[in-house]
């Protein structure tokens, strides 16, 4: 069984894993190993698995769960593991939050239940629950845009205070909430969540971050929370300018087909996204070719 992690032991830098398909949209698992090796050359603390990046709500629970094994068997202890274990159901979350712990994840997170008009007390009910399923510490996952019923400052300080939440990945520009959560619960592990204001969350109270983009610029933000943890808000600034210029390109080719083609451009081929994503076009295709050549070579 794994032990209870203190907040502070899950600090750093994760990236928000990728998922590896076939051509046909079939999963890749035998991807995930060149993927790790790949991602934790660049100096990452950890990962954040099966979330919306890894495609979650495109897969099966079955899948899901598939993914989350594998990954933490290619691992090998080597980097500390989140698994997003989030859906509409609370007995679905459950159920994938059990493999994560049988796996050997040092955590789970979720997403708020979404789609139905639920109430906050159902809200903090799911979470509350799922917190008392499983031996792992929990990590709320506050994206208010993606969120039926947006969380308050109140309601996550509330869910902060059960002994088995640990923290929050802050997925907002709201950087006055993530200042308030911090400085409210300073034990809890508050990770920034939109990687091109990394900076400034860190700069804001963030005891790491959790993102997309590190998949392929996991070294360009493990060298900016240096940065910032020594004070050096120049580099940080310059590193996170770097860092923009790849991430206006991936908002406007799209996002999860943008990071996989830069992935294969960097010889790590993880296939395409699931349907209903579109592949890239030709002319998106070399925007991304440009801008790993000149920012990520």
Not at 219 to 225: C, E, K, L
């Amino acid at each position: 069984m794994t032990k209870l992690k203190p907040a502070h032991a899950l600090a750093g830098v994760f990236s928000a894993l990728i998922t590896p398909f076939h051509d046909d949209g079939s999963l890749n698992l035998d991807r995930l190993a060149p993927l790790a090796e790949f991602e934790l050359a660049q100096g990452l603390h950890g990962f954040y698995v099966g979330g919306s990046t890894g495609e979650a709500f495109l897969q099966t629970a079955a899948e899901r769960k598939a993914v989350l094994s594998e990954f933490a068997k290619v691992v090998k202890g080597r980097a500390r593991l989140i698994a997003h274990v989030g859906a509409i159901a609370t007995d679905e979350a459950i159920d994938i939050a059990h493999a994560a712990a049988d796996a050997g994840y040092d955590a789970v997170s979720a997403i708020p239940p979404f789609y139905y008009d639920f109430s906050a007390a159902e809200v903090l009910a799911h979470y509350r629950a799922l917190a008392d399923a499983t031996p792992l510490p929990l990590v709320v996952y506050n994206f208010p845009a993606k969120s039926a019923r947006p969380l308050s400052t109140a309601d996550l300080l509330a869910l902060l205070a059960h002994p088995k939440i640990i923290g929050v990945k802050h997925t907002s520009q709201n950087l006055y909430q993530l200042e308030r959560l911090k400085t409210a619960a300073p034990e809890a592990v508050i990770y920034n969540g939109f990687d091109e204001m990394f900076a400034g969350g860190v700069a804001m109270g963030a005891d790491g971050g959790i993102g997309t983009t590190f998949n392929v610029m996991g070294r360009i933000f493990v060298q900016m929370f240096d940065a910032m943890r020594a004070g050096d808000l120049p580099r940080a600034r310059s590193l996170q300018t770097r860092a923009n210029a790849v991430i206006d390109v991936l908002i406007e080719v799209g996002v999860f087909p943008g990071t996989k083609a830069m992935l294969k451009l960097l010889g790590v081929d993880c296939g395409p996204c699931r349907r209903p994503f579109a592949p890239l076009s030709s002319a998106q295709q070399a925007k991304v070719e440009g801008i790993v050549a000149s920012h990520l070579r």
